[in-house]
């Protein structure tokens, strides 16, 4: 995406706001925290914003009055409210007072960060236009990646990180990625790492080789298996990631069409491509985001 959404959080746990700011900066926008809706007003008027989400739930000033304070200010603003399952109606009554969109809790960040590029990109544009591949994408700062000369173990590590890093509170939950972009040592896109490749690598090749029919009742006796998953991890240790990785995803530029987007995926039967601005990879675009956009429009019609 072009340039930073600035967006305004505003809820009363500390501990959310916080762990809400080191979710929504790792996607790459401008994240500012209010804890109250009095707070939130303040900044906005010291501060413009260029999208609020905003929890129904508050002590002093609610999610509801606060709304109706921010359109008196800036009528244009997109507000997106936070609710409980047990307050969907009030959500929607929200919508009469001028939100843009609601979100029950606990909500995945992927659906969020879609709804705050959606929020943000109807206030720019005014009229809606099909958004195009780096709208949508993830920034390669906020993916996980490795180069060529790494290890397994290295890479492991680092897969193993970025779900570990994923915080997750009552109100938003995030996933990791499941899968490592590997470079070259010239910066170039060398490959794809993803679970899928590392099983793949734990099972022994034999397994695929022709055999006499005499030997399947051995393969599958509890002697065979006994030992074997953990031998073959083991010996992952020291290998390079260029021995198991998958090729490089197909790429596509950043002002590609998302027509475009689904058609390469759908070709190349890839899952997520490498988005590039002057040939050069800025981030990726994975299967998910694309269903977000289908989803988005399919609602909306």
Known sequence: ????????????????????????????????????????????RKNPQDVVILDIKMPGMDGHRTLVEIKKMAPDLPVIMLTGHGAMESAKESLKGGAYDYLSKPCDIDL?????????????KKVKEEKKAGDIMI??????????????KQAIE?????????????????????????????GNLAGILSILDLIAAVRPAYLSAPKPSMADALQYSPMFWTGLFTSQARALVNKKIRDIMSEAPPTIDEDANLMEVADMMFITRA???????????????????????IARIVMES
């Open 1 to 44: 995406m072009a340039g930073k959404i600035r967006v305004l959080m505003v809820d009363d746990e500390e501990q959310f706001r916080a762990t809400t700011s080191k979710i929504l900066t790792r996607k790459g926008y401008a994240t500012t925290m209010a804890g109250s809706g009095e707070e939130a007003i303040e900044v906005l």
């Open 112 to 124: 969020l960060a879609a709804k705050i590029n959606d929020a943000y990109g109807g206030v720019k």
């Open 139 to 152: 920034p390669l700062e906020a993916y996980t990646t490795a180069d060529l000369g790494s290890t397994v």
């Open 158 to 186: 680092k897969l193993k990180a970025s779900y570990e890093t994923c915080l997750s509170t009552g109100k938003l939950m995030e996933t990791g990625h499941r899968s490592i972009v590997v470079f070259d040592g010239q």
């Open 271 to 293: 899952r997520r491509l490498g988005v590039t601005r002057k040939g050069k990879v800025v981030g990726v675009v994975r299967e998910q985001d694309l269903f977000f956009e």
